[in-house]
T-cell receptor, first 116, second 116 residues
């Protein structure tokens, strides 16, 4: 079935360092791809998404490009801040058990810690 | 983006009691709502998918008689943990979306349940 494989980490960086979190997917067709972020003790927030090949999603300085040829959707940020410390999840839609709806299939999450 | 709320944000209960968690979409009509469970430092595990006005679809291994889900309106879904036991202690997160697979799921802030 459709799935995502995500770099597990944890990742520890100094402030202003460059960030890459790898995500590759296996899917039938060309689903939308998502990055979600979870801050400590909170639910998930949509960070960015891309709906078709070659689309670039961006938000808060984060970017990810939907690359069909490498089946990847890597998350990048040029200069991280302490406030970016969180868990990041890559996700794509897949049919649920009943076949009537589309659930999100998540990667295992990558814990990012940014030190001052 | 769309806002999803959950209530309560945390709850402590005695073993054997039932606990109800509400999930509301505040500024949009959610055709579909999802209930997830998250263990510490792990990814989200989908428990069930509910469509407004119909029975929920449970994922394999999730006890439907223990985790009762009701999606009575386009803005409200409830999860009731019946006869709770300590092993039900977890972080429960809901999300809401439309029915199209490319649509974004918007997540609630989560409910932390502790069963004593």
């Amino acid at each position: 079935g459709d799935s995502v494989t995500q770099m597990e980490g944890p990742v520890t960086l100094s402030e202003e360092a460059f960030l890459t979190i790898n995500c590759t997917y296996t899917a039938t067709g060309y689903p939308s791809l998502f990055w979600y972020v979870q801050y400590p003790g909170e639910g998930l927030q949509l960070l960015l998404k891309a709906t078709k090949a070659d689309d670039k999603g961006s938000n808060k300085g984060f970017e990810a490009t939907y690359r069909k040829e490498t089946t990847s959707f890597h998350l990048e940020k040029g200069s991280v801040q302490v406030s970016d410390s969180a868990v990041y999840f890559c996700a794509l839609p897949a049919q649920n058990s009943g076949g009537s709806n589309y659930k999100l299939t998540f990667g295992k999450g990558t814990l990012l810690t940014v030190n001052p | 983006g769309a806002v999803v709320s959950q209530h309560p944000s945390w709850v402590i209960c005695k073993s054997g009691t039932s606990v109800k968690i509400e999930c509301r979409s505040l500024d949009f009509q959610a055709t579909t709502m999802f209930w997830y469970r998250q263990f510490p430092k792990q990814s989200l595990m989908l428990m069930a998918t509910s469509n407004e006005g119909s029975k929920a679809t449970y994922e394999q291994g999730v006890e439907k008689d223990k985790f009762l889900i009701n999606h009575a309106s386009l803005t409200l879904s409830t999860l009731t943990v019946t006869s709770a036991h300590p092993e039900d202690s977890s972080f429960y997160i809901c999300s809401a979306s439309g029915w199209w697979p490319g649509e974004t799921q918007y997540f609630g802030p989560g409910t932390r349940l502790l069963v004593l």
